[in-house]
């Protein structure tokens, strides 16, 4: 299992980061991976709750539909996904609020390696490819946040 943690402190209450990272229709918007949302996209999504993503990671594009498994407004959301055509994972958002009125936000990818050969390919090259995309889509989510006065 691979795992891929990023973290950034957004200058925004807590329950504005969760109600935004939480509604997909909002990923396109923030995550350089996430090219377009269906489904379920305008709202928090609340456990059971379901949508497909259309995707490009580590230059490989395709269709994961996720579903809430955990949800605990406005400190933990969890979503497990299944790609079309094989493979999963699962995201974590994990949410504290500063007494500064600053939110910690950290998010979690975790996916399994079947397999030798996957394992080598991640270790060699998706594993650092998907970090520098967290990384950025962190970076990007923090610079929306906090240049925004109303989120929509």
């Given amino acids: 299992m691979t795992r891929i943690y990023t973290s950034a402190t957004i200058e925004r209450g807590i329950e504005d980061v969760f109600a935004y990272v939480t509604a997909p229709g909002h990923w396109p918007e923030w995550h350089p991976s996430s090219l377009d949302v269906s489904g379920a996209t305008d709202h928090a999504l609340d456990v059971g ?41 699962v995201i974590t958002y994990a949410l504290t609020a500063h007494d500064s009125g600053m939110t910690s936000f950290e998010r979690t990818f975790e996916y399994p390696t079947p397999n030798p050969l996957l394992a080598l390919l ?28 109303t989120i929509s």
């Avoid at 949800?71 to 079309?84: C, F, K, N, Y």
């Avoid at 270790?123 to 006065?149: N, W």
């Fill in 49 to 89: 709750e379901q949508c497909t993503e259309h995707f490009r990671v580590a230059g490989r594009e395709g269709y994961v539909v996720w579903t809430v498994t955990e949800r605990d407004a406005p400190r933990r959301w969890v979503i497990a996904g299944t790609i079309v055509g094989g493979g999963s994972g």
């Fill in 122 to 149: 991640d270790t060699l090259v998706l594993r650092r490819r998907i970090t520098a995309e967290s990384q950025e889509a962190l970076r990007r989510l923090k610079a929306r946040l906090e240049a925004s006065g």
